[in-house]
């Protein structure tokens, strides 16, 4: 599935099964409840705190895909074209970081 289909799926999904879309605001504070639950299972699945019994079944895969429904939603309503978004933002980082990444004694050994 394109970035293109992806917003045509969750335009057309919202627009059957979910009767309309939530308002921007509320869109964006569900963006970061979701976005949340994300980081929940990484700092316990990667970091250093554990699952509690009841997160024993979580998904990560299935959270993320929460919050790019969620990031979908709130580009649909504002008119943005996530794969031209995309594109231009690789560009800026292309230009912008060409070198950065490369200097940075951090991420070479």
């Keep these: 599935m394109t ?4 917003q045509e799926a969750v335009d057309n999904w919202v ?7 939530f308002n921007e605001l509320t869109n964006t504070a569900i963006l970061m409840e ?7 299972i990484m700092a316990r699945k990667y970091g250093e ?14 959270e993320m895909a929460d919050v790019l429904f969620v990031l979908i939603c ?3 309503q504002t008119g943005i074209n996530l794969t031209e978004a995309l594109e231009q933002n690789l560009q800026k ?3 912008r970081d060409a070198d ?10």
């Design 3 to 6: 970035i293109k289909e992806a």
């Design 100 to 109: 950065r990444h490369k200097n940075n004694k951090k991420l070479n050994p």
């Design 93 to 95: 980082k292309s230009i």
């Design 74 to 76: 709130l580009a649909n």
């Design 34 to 40: 979701e976005v949340g639950e994300v980081a929940r």
């Design 49 to 62: 705190q554990s699952f509690k019994k009841s997160d024993e079944d979580v998904n990560l895969a299935d």
């Design 15 to 21: 627009k059957t099964t979910g009767i309309r879309y």
